[in-house]
């Protein structure tokens, strides 16, 4: 059985590549505004706010009703928190927007 290393158990000495700096990014990002309120692996709608207006430039633009619909949306278990899965899936839908930007911009 191969047992991989763990991003975070990984020797500093070792250089992570872009994209393992970027995925980092996004744990961590999630875990810095998680438990503030509730439960440390679970963002509130605050926290939900709190992390777009800081982390995405886009955060500034939206209005509270936006914030309300994404959280509707993003909580698929009605649990009135988001979850790390759930936030992932928030992330995923950003990048694909992303890439269809640039794609669109490449015409």
């Known amino acids: 059985m191969v047992v991989l290393p763990s991003p975070f158990t990984l020797q500093s000495s070792l250089m992570e ?27 509130s709608r605050r926290e939900l706010k709190e992390l777009i207006r800081k982390e995405l430039c886009l955060g500034e633009k939206m209005k509270e009703t936006s914030i309300d619909d994404l ?17 992932s899936v ?5 990048c694909m927007a992303y890439n269809d ?3 669109e911009d490449r015409k």
């Open 17 to 43: 590549t872009p994209l393992e700096k970027a995925l980092t990014t996004m744990v961590t990002t999630f875990h810095k505004y998680s438990g503030r309120e509730g439960s440390k692996l679970t963002l």
């Open 90 to 94: 928030f992330l995923t839908t950003l």
């Open 71 to 87: 959280m509707k949306s993003l909580d698929k278990n009605s649990d009135q928190e988001i979850d790390f899965k759930e936030y």
């Open 101 to 103: 930007f640039f794609l």
